[in-house]
């Protein structure tokens, strides 16, 4: 009996042999399989694998795929991790302390350097609220009621000048190698300006008509003006526009840390900035009408830059500045009309000076969608020699026969808020 078995088992066994090689699968004889890799956790496969399992999943982005190890599938087959970015150590190398840069969940508020770079564009578009400042500070009121400087007064253009206007503002960027671009931008302000009126019906005690003086008869007590003196109706209409035109390279930077980049600028700017004054009345003698007209065209050479920092993945924040030195060929004429015996007048006069331009401002740039970006912010615009209506309103009427003697180092302050889009193709 003995005998027989031990002839028997051995066949048996060389049988199983063959049939288990021929339902074992094609893959895992060809493909071995590799232990997976923890290390620098702890984990220990086998009897004690329960115990020390990893915090999670290597597909589902736990610790474990930070470590970048190698891992196999279900099927044998290796699993590519992403190489994770640490600034001090480099692409693809781990630190002596153990920790990398770039950790997973950048789409929950964190953030990773190698998901920063430079911030750029190819289109922008968008509206601009800016206001000027102080036009018409020194120049005092036109009207009185009444004769004497005690007398009520009426038509302060101070301050009138002074809300927030909107215009519009494009950009376009042209890419000229790595890291450099040509940028072209248009901004258009048109419509700064009011309107005041007084009647004397309206503001006489008893509404009496003509009873309203100016400064340019001392309001009552110096030389009567037939058109202008013992008025009804007294208006002033102001309106100003300012557009500006900018060439300029641009090369960008990276700093020591990726989050941080920007721009230096180098181009040319054109500024040009006009106003429009006008005076009218109506009066015992007739109708009169001056006007004060300037323009300033500026031209030059500016330099500048910006920088942007990164808060998060998909939103930065940045600061731009540039100034220049132009030339300004100004233009400014004083004319009168009168329809009575008071002589018309017409004052021209031009010329060129050196000027200076400075502008900057901070925004905020919030990716929406993969091409397009919502974009805001501040900014702030100075333009100093000038010549400027509200310097040069005398409190009297010019004398055509005399040269003028005009004032042209005014300046202009603007500053308001900006909004737009950006695209990129």
């Known amino acids: 009996m003995i005998r027989s078995l031990q002839t028997i088992l051995p066949a048996v066994a060389a049988a199983l042999t063959v049939f288990l090689s021929l339902i074992e699968p094609a893959s895992a004889q060809t493909t071995g399989y590799q232990q997976p890799n923890f290390a620098g956790l702890g984990f220990q496969p086998g009897a004690n694998a329960a115990a020390s399992r990893p915090p999670a999943s290597p597909l589902a982005g736990g610790y474990p795929a930070v470590q970048g190890g190698t891992y196999m599938d279900a099927h044998g087959n290796p699993i590519v991790m992403p190489v994770?970015?640490?600034?001090?150590?480099?692409?693809?190398?781990s630190c002596p302390s153990g920790g990398y840069g770039d950790t997973m969940p950048i789409d929950f508020g964190g953030y990773g350097a190698d998901q920063s770079g430079p911030h750029y564009f190819d289109v922008s578009a968008g509206v601009v609220y800016l206001r000027p400042e102080n036009f018409f500070e020194d120049v005092p009121p036109f009207a009185s009621v009444g004769v004497g400087n005690s007398a009520p007064k009426f038509l302060d253009p101070t301050g009138q000048e002074e809300d927030y206007e909107p215009g519009w503002q494009i950009a376009a960027r042209l890419d000229l190698g790595p890291l450099s671009v040509l940028e072209a931008t248009y901004m258009g302000l048109y419509d700064f300006g009011f309107t005041q009126q007084v009647r004397s019906e309206d503001v006489a005690a008893g509404g009496l008509d003509n009873q309203l003086f100016s400064i340019f008869d001392n309001f009552g007590l110096g030389t009567q003006i037939p058109e202008i003196s013992q008025g009804s109706v007294y208006r002033l209409d102001y309106d100003s526009d300012l557009?500006?035109?900018e060439i300029s390279y641009r090369r960008y930077w990276v700093g020591a840390n990726p989050r941080i980049t920007g721009t230096y600028l180098l181009g040319f700017r054109y500024v040009r900035m006009t106003e429009n004054f006008a005076f009218s009345s109506q009066a015992l003698g007739g109708t009169a009408n001056i006007n004060w007209r300037s323009e300033n065209d500026l031209l030059g050479f500016q330099l500048g830059g910006d920088g942007w920092a990164t808060l998060r993945q998909g939103l930065r924040v940045g600061v731009e500045g540039k100034t220049g030195v132009y030339n300004n060929r100004f233009k400014f004429n004083n004319t009168g009309n009168f329809s009575g015996s008071t002589t018309d007048f017409s004052i021209p006069?031009?010329?060129?000076?050196?000027?200076?331009?400075?502008?900057g401002g901070a925004s905020f740039v919030a990716d929406i969608l993969p091409s397009w970006s919502l974009r805001g912010g501040y900014q702030v615009l100075y333009i100093n020699s000038l010549l400027t209506v509200g310097n040069n309103i005398g409190a009297q009427l010019p004398d055509p026969a005399a040269p003028p003697a005009l004032a042209d180092q005014g300046h202009a302050f603007y500053h308001g808020f900006h909004a737009g889009l950006e695209y990129v193709w």
């Open 84 to 93: 994770s970015y640490n600034p001090s150590c480099g692409y693809g190398e």
């Open 243 to 245: 557009q500006s035109t």
């Open 349 to 359: 006069y031009e010329g060129n000076q050196v000027a200076f331009v400075a502008e």
